[in-house]
Each structure stands twice: as structure tokens, then as C-alpha cells.
């Protein structure tokens, strides 16, 4: 199977795709094993069972970003009206995706999922190759002139309508060098009015909850420990950064069973499950120019 290949050569990374590589942990693998998948192996299971010895429901976590992701695409596609969406570090397919949320609700709704790391690329070109509105390519955030530039997107994706960018469990994954903040302005510049940005990430509470924060700091020295990179547990305010020149979709940036829950809380929450924050970002179009009349 050949996969589309984009042209541009992304800039420097905190880590390079794992892809088939069985040695060494995948932060795609680890993720698809925490969701109940089989396309992972022994070496990334036990990358998981480092973490859940200091976060014993880390796994819980995965599970909420996956509901997470389910209400905010049934309010993009729906309520919002957004038939155009990029998911940008897809991941290895599993249940309820973004394509079977927007479809659900558009079944016109266009989705095209994006990975650097090949092995995600081939299962996802695999699972989708029956869905004419669905496209898996591969390819990196980081590439210059972003991916919203990209022909090979741009060759499904209309650039001049509003498109939903989500960045799901993705940024908190470069390292601060790469300023992930500068990396999200590039494409909200880049957005035409009327577009959106979902993104979650890895929340390190600092004064807002010392004690909490001690627990981020433990889960990204143990992220390094394990042999999967990078995972930066930010604070609020580095997070809000996101989301310059945006309006924040109430409730705003919130843990992620505050964001518009399905219903009450059926068990108590884990201080594990706290530590990653979500919201949305509406790009408004500009104001009416101001009309003056003559006196």
C-alpha cells in the first residue's frame, strides 16, 4: 500500500516517529494499549505500567480525552456546523473517531487525520480506505508553512471555509524549545474565520494546587524514565497561550469532564485524571468596518 507522502520536511522534533521499531515504547502504541487496542507490544506495555505505578488510573485519563473528543466533535459537526476537520496526531485508529462523530452528525462531514509516525499512517490508510470522505496522511505538525498549507491536506480540505484543527493530547509532547504556543499561532493565523481549535494537554496546576503539581512533575520524569519523551505538564496560563486571538467556547479551558459533561460524575475523580485541561477556540470574523457619515 503506498501512502501519501508530504513534500515538506518538518523542523526539528523532541522525538522522532517510532514507527515498526519493537525496541522502543510508542507514545502512539502506549495510548492505543491504555484504550483497550491490540496494535501494541510487550515494550510498550511496560512503558504504561512505569506510569500507572505513580498514576494507578492513568488509564481512566485516556478513556476521558476519548469522551472528550466525542462532545466536542458532536458539538463542531452539529451545533456549529463544521463539515471540514483535521486531526493532527491522530494516533492508531480505534473506537469512536473522529470521522464516526462527524459523520454521525454530517455524514458530508470531510475528516483528514495526520501522523509522523508511519505505522499509524498505514493502519489508518487501511481502516479508512472505504470512506471517500475520510483521509489518513502522513506528516508532521512542525513542517513549514504548516499543514494547512500542505497540498496533499489542501487536496481534501477547502483552506477558504472554516475547519476544525485538533491538536487532542499532542502539544504537551514538544519540548519547550519548540514553543508549542508559536507552533498553534502559526495555524490560527493561517484559519479562516469562522474555524475552530480543540486541543488538550497535559496541565501542570502549579500555585493552583502545589500538591497536584507534585504529581505532574513525578508523571513527566516518568514519561522520560520509560523511554517516551517528552510530556510537558503546563500550567493554565502557558496554556491559554493557545488560544490568542480566539474566543474560548464556554465553559473555557477546564479539566475535561467540566467541558459540557454528559451527565453527573459516576465515581470519584482521580488526581491523575485532573492533570490534563481541553477547550475550544472559535476564530469570529472580523468586526464591520465602522461607516462615518457627513455631518
Given at each position: 500500500m503506498t501512502i501519501p507522502a508530504l513534500p515538506a520536511q518538518p523542523r526539528a522534533r523532541a522525538r522522532g516517529p517510532v514507527g515498526v521499531d519493537t525496541t522502543r515504547p510508542s507514545i502512539a502504541r502506549v495510548y492505543d494499549y491504555s484504550l483497550g487496542g491490540k496494535d501494541n507490544y510487550e515494550v510498550d506495555r511496560t512503558a504504561y505500567r512505569h506510569i500507572e505505578r505513580i498514576a494507578p488510573r492513568y488509564g481512566d485519563l485516556a478513556l476521558m480525552n476519548r469522551r472528550w473528543l466525542s462532545r466536542v466533535v458532536r458539538y463542531l459537526a452539529g451545533t456549529a456546523g463544521i463539515d471540514q476537520f483535521l486531526d493532527i496526531?491522530?494516533?492508531?485508529?480505534?473506537?469512536?473517531?473522529?470521522?464516526?462523530?462527524?459523520?454521525?452528525?454530517?455524514?458530508?462531514?470531510?475528516?483528514?487525520?495526520?501522523?509522523?509516525?508511519?505505522?499509524?499512517?498505514?493502519?489508518?490508510?487501511?481502516?479508512?480506505?472505504?470512506?471517500?470522505?475520510?483521509?489518513?496522511?502522513?506528516?508532521?505538525?512542525?513542517?513549514?508553512?504548516?499543514?494547512?498549507?500542505?497540498?496533499?491536506?489542501?487536496?481534501?480540505?477547502?483552506?477558504?471555509?472554516?475547519?476544525?484543527?485538533?491538536?487532542?493530547?499532542?502539544?504537551?509532547?514538544?519540548?519547550?524549545?519548540?514553543?508549542?504556543?508559536?507552533?498553534?499561532?502559526?495555524?490560527?493565523?493561517?484559519?479562516?474565520?469562522?474555524?475552530?481549535?480543540?486541543?488538550?494537554?497535559?496541565?501542570?496546576?502549579?500555585?493552583?494546587?502545589?500538591?497536584?503539581?507534585?504529581?505532574?512533575?513525578?508523571?513527566?520524569?516518568?514519561?522520560?524514565?520509560?523511554?517516551?519523551?517528552?510530556?510537558?505538564?503546563?500550567?493554565?496560563?502557558?496554556?491559554?497561550?493557545?488560544?490568542?486571538?480566539?474566543?474560548?467556547?464556554?465553559?473555557?479551558?477546564t479539566e475535561l469532564d467540566d467541558w459540557w459533561p454528559a451527565g453527573p460524575p459516576t465515581r470519584t475523580r482521580a488526581p491523575e485524571q485532573r492533570l490534563i485541561l481541553g477547550g475550544v477556540g472559535f476564530k469570529q470574523p472580523p468586526p464591520p468596518p465602522k461607516i462615518h457619515h457627513p455631518r
Open positions: 496526531g491522530a494516533g492508531l485508529p480505534t473506537a469512536l473517531n473522529t470521522h464516526q462523530i462527524a459523520q454521525y452528525e454530517n455524514r458530508h462531514a470531510r475528516v483528514v487525520y495526520v501522523d509522523n509516525d508511519p505505522l499509524c499512517a498505514v493502519h489508518g490508510s487501511a481502516l479508512l480506505a472505504q470512506n471517500d470522505n475520510t483521509h489518513y496522511l502522513r506528516g508532521d505538525l512542525l513542517e513549514p508553512g504548516t499543514l494547512l498549507e500542505n497540498p496533499e491536506v489542501t487536496r481534501y480540505l477547502d483552506p477558504d471555509r472554516p475547519i476544525a484543527v485538533l491538536t487532542c493530547a499532542l502539544l504537551h509532547h514538544l519540548d519547550d524549545h519548540l514553543d508549542p504556543a508559536t507552533v498553534v499561532r502559526e495555524y490560527t493565523t493561517r484559519l479562516p474565520c469562522g474555524s475552530f481549535l480543540a486541543t488538550t494537554n497535559f496541565w501542570g496546576p502549579a500555585g493552583e494546587d502545589p500538591e497536584l503539581h507534585t504529581l505532574a512533575t513525578q508523571l513527566e520524569h516518568a514519561f522520560t524514565a520509560s523511554g517516551l519523551g517528552t510530556a510537558r505538564y503546563r500550567t493554565r496560563e502557558q496554556q491559554l497561550e493557545y488560544f490568542d486571538g480566539l474566543q474560548l467556547i464556554a465553559p473555557g479551558l
